[in-house]
């Protein structure tokens, strides 16, 4: 960004990453503490976003906005860049091998259909091995019907 916009007096930003809310970043670049950063950290938040990073460039222009504007000018630039992109969800999973006998192919897929998982490698041969991804909303519900064939090993990776 510091190419892109060279004569940019900041370029103030803020991510938040992962699930667990505890890998998240807010930079004010020279402005003043909180004034920057923080407001665009809020924003994601208030959004429920996550593996998100918003950078706000802001060149001077000649008016001085104080903090409470700079908090305000920050923290719109930042809903105004969530708002006018597209959010897409991903569903959090695990991924399992299932390895089984070719006689239960369809009782297996009909779980694997039924219960949203994602289809990663299918090898069919006299044995069957199956790399899916499981929601993990779901998960112990479908490792527990998976679990009432004798014939089926399931492998986490």
């Known amino acids: 960004m510091k190419e892109q916009h060279p004569k940019a007096v900041h370029h103030c930003y803020a991510y938040r990453l992962g699930i667990g809310k505890n890998n998240f970043r807010a930079n004010d670049d020279g402005e003043p503490s909180d004034s920057a950063g923080k407001p665009i ?34 923290k719109s630039a930042a809903k105004m860049a969530i708002l006018n992109n597209q959010i897409i969800e991903k569903q959090i999973t695990k991924i399992y091998t299932l ?11 009909r779980i694997v259909k039924s219960s949203s998982c994602e289809i990663l490698e299918n090898n069919q041969s ?16 479908i490792l527990m019907r998976f679990q009432e064939f004798v014939q089926l090993k399931i492998d986490a990776e």
């Open 41 to 74: 950290l809020t924003q994601i938040d208030s959004y429920e976003l996550t593996n998100v990073l918003i950078v706000v460039v802001r060149y001077f222009g000649g008016v001085l906005l104080g903090i409470p504007g700079l908090v305000q000018a920050y």
């Open 126 to 141: 006299l044995f069957c091995e199956l790399k899916i991804a499981i929601p993990i909303s779901n998960l112990e519900s």
């Open 99 to 109: 390895t089984f006998d070719y006689t239960i192919l369809n009782e297996v897929m």
